[in-house]
């Protein structure tokens, strides 16, 4: 029988070193491979990880069920965290349209085949890659440079308000086809 997230995150919380080791080999592939969208680095994506579940550890108190599953909760940590790094760097440019342009160009996998990673990322580009560039630009800038509506308005030369349904909209059009529920 397989153990729910909540009941591993509760047991993470609770001190269980099984339960925490079960949950990091459950979310570790997925964790990883956002990582490494983000970055593009595999030792920082490595870090980053690492860092993903330490926070997830020392917050697994705070987890509220009713804003969202486990899942969600464990990758908006590590979105934030790759985040993080990336506004540290100062050895590549952090233009969002070049991040559009490596999300959204077709993936080549012949490096390796991590399954969840490759799977999750071919998701996301190919989602990415049917929106169009304006929305596509809106969620890169939003979801992975953090990024409000304001600073995005304001670098896209848009107004507030179409900044804010350009990210909206993109985000709706990529739950559909990612088939992801809000509850």
């Not at 969600?72 to 790094?85: G, M, P, Q, S």
């Not at 049917?130 to 992975?144: G, I, K, N, T």
């Not at 995005?152 to 059009?173: D, F, S, V, Y």
């Amino acid at each position: 029988m397989r153990v729910s997230d909540e009941a591993l995150l509760a047991g993470m919380a609770a001190g269980d070193r099984e339960a925490a080791a079960a949950f990091v080999r459950r979310f570790q592939a997925r964790v990883y491979g956002l990582a490494l969208t983000v970055v593009g680095v595999p030792a920082q994506a490595e870090e980053i990880a690492q860092e993903t579940f330490v926070r997830a550890w020392r917050h697994a108190g705070a987890y509220d069920p009713r804003r969202g599953r486990v899942a969600t909760w464990l990758l908006t940590i590590a979105r934030n965290a790759a985040v993080d790094v990336l506004r540290l760097r100062r050895d590549l440019p952090l233009e969002p349209e070049a991040m559009v342009a490596v999300l959204t160009t077709p993936a080549t996998v012949e490096v390796d085949l991590e399954a969840d990673r490759v799977a999750d990322a071919l998701r996301v580009r190919n989602a990415l890659r049917e929106l169009p560039r304006e929305q596509a630009a809106a969620v890169v800038m939003s979801v992975f440079y953090g990024l409000t509506a304001g600073e995005i308005a304001t670098k896209e030369k848009i107004p507030l308000g179409t900044a804010k349904t350009r990210i909206r909209n993109g985000l709706g059009r990529l739950r559909d086809r990612l088939g992801v529920d809000n509850g």
